[in-house]
Each structure stands twice: as C-alpha cells, then as structure tokens.
C-alpha cells in the first residue's frame, strides 16, 4: 500500500496552492531555482514532498545560524565585554549553565542559588529542557568546554524543535503546504533561534495549531497547556478561540480546549507548586518585578523623560492596554463580514501582548513567526516585517556594544537604539495592519483565495454563526474593489488537478 506522503494529493484532496503562480515575490525567488514549476508536471509521485523539503530546508537554515553564532562560541562569550555584542552572537544558554547552578549540579526550583537570582527564573517546562541538556553535557573539563558543550547540546534539542515548527505550520493549511517555507527561510528565526530556550513553547504552540485544525480540540489543549508550562504567551491564544467559538456556538469543543489545556499544565507544574513553591513562583515574580527593559516603548518613555514611568505603572498599564486590545479583538471577531480565521486573530492577540510588554527581548520574534505565516502568508509582508525584526536584532546588539565599551563606543547610542526599537514596533503594526484589513475585507486574504474558509480552524472551518453583531449580521458586502475572481466562502476551489503545487 503506497504511504500518505507518496500518494498523489488528487487521490485524497485538491492539490495544493502553487505559491509561485499567486504569489509574486515567490515566483521572482523561485527563478534561483530554474523558475516557476511547470504545469505538466508530475507532483505528489517524488520522495521531495512539501513537509520534508521545508524540514530539511528548516534544519539546514538553523545550522547557518549555529555558524552565525561561531565567533562567540570559539571565545566572544568568555573573552572581552563587548566583542559577543559586535559580532551579534551572544546567547543566554552558554552563561546560564554555571549561573544557574547547572555547573553545579544544583535542581532547578528546589536548590536555593547564590547571588542576586535566588531561583531559577523560567517556567517548569523549560527549566526542565534546561536541566536535561546539563545532564547531557560532559562535566570534565574546564568550565568553558563544559558551557561550550552546554550550548552545543541545547543547539541540537532547539533544531529538533525548529524542525517541529516548520513541519506542523507545513501541514496546517492542508493546501498551502509550501507556506512553510517562510518559517523556514525566516531571517530572525534563524538568528535568534539560540538565544534562549522560547523555541521549545514555540514547537508545542505550533503542534497545538495542528491538532486544532484537525478537530482535535483535546489534544490541541494539552499541547497548549504543555506550551504555557514552557512560556506565559501560549495562554493567550484561549481568548481568540473563546469569541470565535461563541460566534460559531462550538462550545463543547472549546471546554474540550480549555480543559485539556489546564489539566497538561497542572500535571507539569502541581508537583513543583507543592514541594518547591519558593522556586517555581519565581518566574512569575520575576516577571512582575523585572523593571522596564530593552525593545518597549515604555524605554524610549523611561531614557527621554525627566520622570520615567515606575514599574508598577508599566505593569498595570501594560495590562490595560492588552485588555482593550483583547476586547477590540473580540469586537472584530463579532462584527466582521466573515468570521476571521484563528490563525488571524491568534497572530494578534500576541503581536498585542508584545507591543505593549515592558520588556521585548529579540527572540520573542519566535512565538509571532508562526502565527504570522498562519495569519498572513504573503512573501512582501512577511518579507517587510522580518526586515524590521532584523534590524531590531542588529540594533540591540549594537546598543549594548556601546554600553559596554567604554570610552570607546563602539556601536549604537542611545537614540539610534531607540530608533530600532521604533522600526519593530512599526514593523510588527504593520503586519497586524494588514491582518484587520484581512479580516474587514476577507477578499483580501491570501488563504480565502482558493475557497477555503478556515483552514486552521479545525470545528470552525465552513461552520455556520450562531451570534454576530453589526454589519455581520447581514449579508457579507465587500469594503472595496479587488480585481479578484469572487470566492464562495466555505468552497474547496476550483478543480486544480490540472496545476503543479508550485
């Protein structure tokens, strides 16, 4: 019997979205490669299927950005205050191994740690991943071969996670399997993929899309929940799907989601909570406590005035901002013509918790990278947000080069850092700029193009409304011209049999 990855598409479903054909940027890319592929062509009948052509390109790409970092491994991050910033390499992971007491031989939440950091400040599932990665890492040596070795161990774990995210983003829009090349060409995914250890929440929210979109609402919970115990921002995702749920009355599946989500993040965190809850509040105090940071306006707000905003007016503003965000995210979720797809307003609802947070670290661009491609994949706009995010990355890098050089400067002052950090925050409204213009105007949407509904929607894919509110509530009307064949939402498309996938 042949398998699903060499039986031809037609047999089972429309064959899929050519990028090539509606994409321009992509057409104009794929000349590097000999050009758009032909229409005769036999597809679906090579061992070169989409998931693992965007796999082994996914890999291949993160090990260009293990040589990026090369400088700092042979010495910038043990030698010279400066030089891991001028070469734009540093990482986390190599200076917490003896800070954090995995040099020792110290557990993470229960042994008290010396100096300032009195407990590790990640959440359990990632001081998890931490602590699996000492105990892979030799312990003889000097301590530079051991943190040398320590970075080198949670390189290969963090790959294997790139390589989950770039699979499951693949096969989450059935038809638009070559989508994932964009998460696998990222620029800043691949140079901040081992800065720290977000990849791993990043690889279990990727999963989780994928399990929804199959009609799997408990086990897109349980991955869900997994991912929260790795990261706070996995959680938010809860709020889009609750108003989409509401409008389409999908409320079984939703407590299904819900559910799961809590009981896989107990299972993680209960037993740590008991005996150790010193350590395992620590995150969460941390996060409270930590002052305003590299990457946030509230920054720019701190260095250029006279009476900088505490942090405990950063905190509590913070929160609002991201309230009123959620609640007119749940006001477009109601009114809009048609309802938007989860990936959309998944794809907002962290853009929104990032853009206000008082903290933007530059690996944080990994939890929207994903979304983004799932929300919106369209070569030029993703193409222009990851411009401004990596202009951001060399920005901080720079920025801090200059702050620790000295008399010399070597660098980036203080106003041109503020300007990279405005570059991302217009970046990232940008994108999401375009998103509402998606959902106001859903004949606009890339996805929607070839008559799909909701693609990542699992439950919610082609489902009827049960509560709208406004203009939804009459017949959906277009917002504005667009030289576009009309779509039949909820369709599968025109026969395509005829088309190649690229």
């Not at 019997?1 to 039986?7: D, H, L, N």
């Not at 970046?427 to 105007?441: F, S």
């Amino acid at each position: 019997m042949p398998s699903a990855e060499t039986t031809p598409a037609s047999v089972h479903e429309p064959e899929p979205v050519r990028p090539t054909r509606e994409d321009e940027v992509a057409a104009a890319g794929s000349e590097l490669f000999g050009g758009p592929i032909g229409r005769r062509a036999l597809l679906g009948t090579s061992w070169w299927t989409p998931v693992r052509v965007v796999a082994l390109v996914a890999i291949g790409m993160f090990a260009l950005g293990l040589v990026q970092k090369a400088p700092c491994y042979d010495g910038a991050w043990f030698f010279g205050a400066s030089s891991q910033y001028t070469h734009a390499c540093y990482s986390d992971i190599p200076h917490l191994y003896q800070g954090r007491g995995f040099a020792d031989g110290l557990v993470p939440y229960f042994d008290k740690l010396p100096g300032d950091m009195d407990y590790l400040e990640y959440p359990v599932l990632t001081g998890v991943f931490m602590q699996v990665a000492a105990w892979l890492t030799p312990s003889s040596g000097s301590i530079q071969h051991q943190e040398q070795w320590y970075w080198f161990v949670n390189a290969g774990m963090l790959m294997v996670c790139a390589a989950v995210v770039a699979v499951c983003v693949t096969r989450t829009h059935r038809r638009r399997p070559w989508d994932g090349l964009l998460v696998a060409l990222a620029p800043a995914f691949v140079l901040t993929a081992t800065i720290n250890w977000d990849l791993l929440a990043v690889a279990l929210t990727a999963a989780a899309m994928l399990m929804w979109s199959r009609g799997r609402p408990l086990a897109f919970g349980v991955l869900l929940g997994l991912a929260t115990a790795a990261k706070f921002y996995p959680f938010l995702l809860l709020g889009p799907l609750f108003v989409l749920c509401w409008r389409a009355g999908k409320w079984r599946e939703f407590i299904q989601a819900v559910g799961g989500a809590v009981i896989a993040w107990l299972v993680v965190n209960l037993p740590v909570m008991l005996f150790a809850f010193d350590g395992w509040s620590k995150f969460y105090r941390f996060s409270h406590d930590r002052g305003i940071d590299f990457g946030s306006f509230w920054l720019i707000w701190a260095q250029n005035s006279s009476k900088p905003p505490t942090t405990d007016f950063a905190n509590n503003a913070a929160m609002l901002l991201v309230v009123a965000c959620s609640l007119g995210i749940a006001a477009l979720t109601f009114t809009a013509p048609r309802r938007p797809r989860f990936a959309q307003l998944a794809f907002l609802i962290v853009a929104a918790f990032i853009l206000t947070n008082k903290v933007y670290s530059p690996q944080y661009v990994l939890w929207l990278v994903p979304l983004a491609v799932l929300a919106r994949p369209k070569w030029r706009d993703f193409l222009i947000w990851q411009a401004c995010e990596v202009a951001y990355f060399l920005g901080i890098w720079m920025y801090l080069a200059y702050t620790t050089s000295g008399d010399a400067h070597k660098g980036l002052p203080t106003h041109g850092y503020h300007w990279a950090i405005v570059v991302h925050l217009l970046g990232t409204l940008y994108l999401c700029a375009v998103v509402v213009r998606d959902i106001l105007m859903p004949e606009r949407d890339v996805v929607r193009h070839s008559g799909d509904d909701d693609p990542s929607g699992g439950v919610l894919d082609g489902a009827e409304d049960v509560f709208v509110l406004g203009a939804a509530a009459h017949p959906a009307r277009h917002a504005a011209h667009f030289d576009a064949p009309a779509v039949e939402w909820g369709s599968r498309g025109r026969d395509s049999s005829a088309d190649g996938s690229l």
